[in-house]
């Protein structure tokens, strides 16, 4: 998985699972490299140049629920409250980690529930049921794709990044 340098082959993978009746006009590069300046992060290859040059989400996709929903945007189950989302902060996990089984008081560990929810990720979309699927853009995990849920946290796959996951995904459909 190079995260830095989009594969042709997962360009053409990402352009073939992503019908251009279903996809939201892409972004551009300028408007990719503003979102990063003011989040201070660089996206990971090849999701950094979908958005810019394929598509900046989709009316289908990987999440069931609204597909692949775009760069600047949030699930619209995602809630109101809760702390800031911040990509710049490095994801806080290396490990599957179910906090519902955590024997900690809920006090001690929702901060920590708190960071991986917001912190070193963007939300790629839902599944529905509070289950939130996030790429994660800075710390040790970058370039992963991590399902998030009301009662835990695990990475999708052995290694697998984003075109691996869409891949998945568009093999199922």
């Known amino acids: 998985m190079d995260t ?11 352009r073939a699972a992503f019908p251009p009746e279903l996809r939201r006009p892409p972004l551009g590069w300028d408007a990719v490299h503003a979102f990063e300046r003011e989040q201070g992060i660089v996206l990971p290859e090849p999701y950094r140049t979908l958005v810019a040059e394929i598509c900046d989400g989709s009316g289908e996709g990987p999440a069931d ?5 775009p760069l600047k945007c949030l699930p619209a189950d995602w809630g109101s409250g809760g702390a800031q989302r911040a990509p710049a902060k490095a994801f806080p996990l290396t490990e599957a980690w179910v906090w519902e089984d955590d024997p900690r008081p809920y006090e001690e560990i929702e901060p920590l529930i708190d960071e991986v929810s917001n912190d070193g ?4 979309g839902t599944d529905g049921c509070g289950l939130y699927w996030h790429l994660v853009v800075t710390g040790a ?5 991590w399902a998030v849920s009301d ?3 695990a990475p999708f796959g052995k290694e697998p990044g984003f ?7 568009a093999e199922s459909f």
């Open 4 to 14: 830095e340098r989009a594969d042709p082959s997962d360009l053409d993978a990402l």
């Open 65 to 69: 629920v609204d597909g692949l929903i």
């Open 151 to 153: 009662v835990g946290a």
């Open 163 to 169: 075109a691996e996951w869409v891949a998945h995904w």
């Open 121 to 124: 990720s963007i939300v790629l």
């Open 141 to 145: 995990q970058r370039g992963r794709i």
